[in-house]
């Protein structure tokens, strides 16, 4: 079965220092992996994702994600943290079998930037 | 260009009543997901429509939850006699294509809350 995981229930880091927030899947073959924000009472706003290609993926809001094939990893990074980044992220990938086109999410990762 | 809209955004039910969810999907989207997140949780893929078609439905409660997306108008996920259970986000999605490389763009969520 195809799934994701997020290890961390939450990540708080100080403004102006790095944030990663981790993710990692389990699918056979090559995925296709995403990530989306959440503010509070809000719906998810897309904010990068993995198709093939070049491993470091740039996205909105100087967000980055590192593809890694052999740790099967795809963590979301920043060189340097907002207050305004604090919300929910999720990380989700998309099943291969099947044209279904759904997206498998993680638990979300509460993102804390202290200012 | 206006995003995916969702209508009511808060929704109150009373045991035993039916809750309608709408959906308009962005402009030139004929793709809609339908997903679910109860509180402290993932979202969790509930079902996938094209206009007039069911696509996958294998996220979908077999009793009292149905999908539609007409030729003309939103898509509307019904719930037939609400339980307390059902109370959660939900979160319609929309894109151009079905591939499993195409973005998803989310509404704000319909909150339902059954008393």
């Known amino acids: 079965a195809q799934s994701v995981a997020q290890p961390e229930d939450q990540v708080n880091v100080a403004e102006g220092n790095p944030l990663t927030v981790k993710c990692t899947y389990s699918?056979?073959?090559?995925?296709?992996l995403f990530w989306y924000v959440q503010y509070p009472n809000r719906g998810l706003q897309f904010l990068l994702k993995?198709?093939?290609?070049?491993?470091l993926v740039k996205g909105s809001y100087g967000f980055e994600a590192e593809f890694n094939k052999s740790q099967t990893s795809f963590h979301l990074k920043k060189p340097s943290a907002l207050v305004s980044d604090s919300a929910l992220y999720f990380c989700?990938?998309?099943?291969?079998?099947?044209?279904?086109?759904?997206?498998?999410f993680g638990q979300g990762t509460t993102l804390q930037v202290k200012p | 260009n206006a995003g995916v809209m969702q209508n009511p955004r808060h929704l109150v039910r009373r045991r035993g009543q039916e809750a309608r969810l709408r959906c308009s999907p962005m402009?030139?989207?004929?793709?809609v997901y339908w997903y679910r997140q109860l509180p402290e949780e993932g979202l969790k893929f509930m079902v996938y429509?094209?206009?007039?078609?069911?696509?996958?439905e294998s996220g979908m409660p077999k009793e009292r939850f149905s999908a539609e997306f007409p030729k003309e108008g939103p898509s509307i996920l019904r719930i037939q006699q609400v339980v307390r259970g059902d109370s959660a986000a939900y979160f319609c999605?929309?894109?151009?294509?079905?591939?499993?490389?195409?973005?998803?763009?989310f509404g704000p969520g319909t909150r339902l809350t059954v008393l």
């Open positions: 999605a929309s894109s151009p294509g079905g591939m499993n490389t195409d973005t998803q763009y």
């Open positions: 699918v056979s073959g090559n995925p296709y």
């Open positions: 993995y198709i093939t290609g070049d491993n």
């Open positions: 989700a990938v998309s099943p291969l079998s099947g044209n279904t086109g759904k997206l498998i």
């Open positions: 402009k030139g989207h004929s793709h």
């Open positions: 429509l094209q206009k007039e078609n069911i696509i996958d």
